[in-house]
């Protein structure tokens, strides 16, 4: 196998691949210390937790070496409009009675019932800065905190190079200038370095970036744009010094031609401004960012170009792309390095053998599609429920079709406030159910069997998860003592 590209995108499939295969899978890593990674990618879903228990990555440790903090949830500042907030927080709201999901009886009580966050523990807490290992409240059945980090990406992929290396991946270092296909069938046959080398391989896994070298490049498969529902096609990227408190979540500030990241690591916070450029020029979305940091910029702001859309083919011939090379969607819900993982899981759940079947081939693709599809949508209904028509972009948002799927479920939703999740969607209803009630997606009606419980009773079952949630986080600590206490990186 040979992976053309580093990063966290390269080096995460090394790590994986190298640990579940072992010595029956010859592994050899490309890549130019010539060529830049994107690399801004410094927050992640609880997904990532389940990579480093494959890898047994203490999580500790990993958060030394990378400067990072945890992350309960993402703030949506100004989305729905200006001066609105809402949380999207990990983890279960409320909990079901009977058949019913939470949010019937939730919706039955109104008013009264009060903001959804505080039937969230994950929400609670990072609202109230607070953080901890928490299996369970108590004896009662609410789960207790799901986490995820915000970590500096470059370490992070520094740490799975080591890794990879010492169960035997090979790093080549050189920038590769031709791509040799086999006549009889159109396969990579090699990639020729600068330096005349040519490395030959069986399958070829592309994580080249966004130039996409062997899966588009070589092969040609073109790109599904999906501008139509994701506009932005730019973003800046710039760290600032670090600022107290060290929020346990990352904020999404909406800008008026886009929105604006803050990540707090340990060392230094990350930012960037993510944009339309048909809307505002660099110029005015350099000036927009660095207006909006919360400590002094420690770097010149780097530009990134991007088209929103996944490849028509992302494994094609034996050749897999994942990452970047394979689609972009902005970091809108963290979804890069989930997406990166995904794709490795499913290339180990599918690997071929030197026959590449074209079954296998065709199903990794209806499910990378499927994925991505499901992302999207979820994004888009951010941009598209909005209350927003402040500028040119928010009414172009305004006014966008809604992808098929989503349209379906957010129909749903409005007539009976249900929501059905698809096959193995990553995003569950609860996360649907904050982020359609934060962007000011209100039910017509709750579920007639919520009536089936008595006012007296609904209001104990609501009180009851009240007092539980705030009852355990006052028994937290702050995120800023439990890193000092776990997880604190050396002094940079």
């Known amino acids: 196998m040979v992976i053309v590209g580093g990063g966290t995108a390269g080096w995460l499939t090394a790590a994986v691949l190298s640990r579940a295969m072992g010595k029956s899978l010859d592994i050899r890593v490309v890549e130019s210390d010539a060529i830049g990674i994107v690399g801004v990618g410094e927050a992640t879903i609880p997904q990532i937790r389940n990579v480093n228990r494959f890898l047994d990555i203490d999580e500790d440790a990993m958060l030394r070496a990378t400067g990072g903090t945890f992350k309960l949830a993402i703030q949506f500042n100004d989305w729905l409009r200006i001066g609105h907030s809402y949380l999207h927080a990990f983890g279960d709201v409320g909990l079901p009675l009977g058949p019913l999901p939470f949010q019937h009886y939730w919706l039955r009580g109104g008013a009264a019932a009060g903001d959804l966050r505080r039937y969230s523990l994950n929400a609670a807490a990072a609202t109230a800065g607070r953080m901890a290992r928490l299996e369970q409240v108590g004896s009662s059945p609410i789960a207790g905190i799901k986490y995820a980090f915000h970590f500096d990406a470059s370490l992070y992929g520094r740490m799975l190079r080591t890794y990879a290396e010492q169960r035997g991946v090979r790093r080549t270092e050189g920038r590769i ?153 902005e970091p809108l819900e963290s979804t890069a390095i989930h997406l990166v993982q995904s794709g490795v899981s499913r290339l180990l759940a599918l690997f071929p053998d030197r026959g590449f079947d074209p079954v296998i081939i065709e199903e990794y693709n209806r499910k990378v599609r499927e994925e991505y599809e499901q992302v999207r949508d979820f994004l888009v209904l951010h941009y598209r429920a909005t209350e927003r028509r402040d500028t040119p972009f928010w009414r172009r948002c305004a006014a966008l079709t809604a992808p098929q799927a989503l349209h379906r479920k957010l129909e749903m939703f409005q007539a009976t406030g249900q929501i059905f999740r698809e096959g193995e969607e990553l995003f569950t209803e609860q996360s649907w159910l904050q982020v359609m009630v934060g962007q000011g997606i209100q039910p017509r009606r709750h579920h007639p069997l919520a009536e089936e419980l008595s006012k007296q009773k609904l209001d104990e079952f609501l009180g009851s998860i009240r007092a539980l949630v705030h009852g355990a986080v006052e028994r937290m600590g702050s995120h800023e003592r439990f890193i000092a206490e776990h997880c604190a990186a050396a002094a940079h």
């Not at 999906?226 to 800008?255: G, H, I, K």
């Not at 916070?269 to 350099?286: I, L, P, Q, R, W």
């Open 177 to 329: 200038v031709e791509v040799p296909l086999r006549g009889e069938d159109g396969f990579i046959a090699a990639v020729t370095l600068e330096s005349g080398e040519r490395i030959e391989g069986d399958l070829f896994v592309d994580c080249s970036g966004f130039r996409g070298l062997l899966i588009e490049g070589a092969l040609e498969v073109g790109l599904e744009d999906w501008r139509e529902w994701l506009p932005c096609d730019r973003a800046l990227a710039v760290p600032s010094a670090p600022a107290a408190p060290l929020r346990p979540y990352t904020q999404s500030n909406a800008r008026p031609a886009g929105w604006q990241w803050r990540i707090p690591l340990q060392h230094r916070t990350g930012n960037g401004h993510v944009y339309c450029s048909e809307f505002m020029s660099e110029d005015e979305a350099t000036a927009i960012l660095l207006a909006n940091l919360d400590g002094a910029a420690l770097a010149e702001p780097r530009s990134i170009r991007f088209t929103a859309g996944v490849r028509r083919r992302v494994w094609s011939r034996n050749c897999v792309a994942i990452g970047l090379a394979a689609g972009f969607l």
